[in-house]
């Protein structure tokens, strides 16, 4: 059952790039997202009014991390780029993962 989530959950990360950049997202950040998702982050996007933009913006701003510097901490790590066919994250990974960034 393990294995299935998790080839579940490296199908469906892999197809994150392709549905981001269909959204719009550049070629350049999507895989970082992706990659981001793979070590247990979340991601949130939305379709809003012209009018909310700012506002909600400011509110996901709270809680965002830099993408840039994330490249930077995981190149440092000997990270070379977003690969699909890489498993999720388990468990304990996310923990450490996350404890890096506090």
């Known amino acids: 059952a393990a294995t299935a989530v998790g080839a579940a959950a490296g199908a469906a990360t892999g197809g994150l790039v392709g549905a981001l950049t269909q959204a719009g ?3 350049d950040d999507a895989p970082l997202y992706a990659e981001g998702v793979r070590r247990g982050g979340s991601l949130v996007t939305a379709k809003v009014a012209d009018g909310d933009k700012a506002r909600l913006e400011s509110v996901l701003d ?3 991390v830099n993408l840039q510097d994330r490249r930077t901490a995981w190149q440092k790590d000997g990270w070379t780029g977003y690969d699909p066919a890489s498993q999720p994250y ?3 990974e996310v ?3 996350r404890t890096l960034y506090r």
Do not use: L, M
């Open 25 to 27: 997202v550049s070629d």
């Open 62 to 64: 709270t809680s965002s």
């Open 90 to 92: 388990g468990a304990e």
């Open 95 to 97: 923990r450490k993962e």
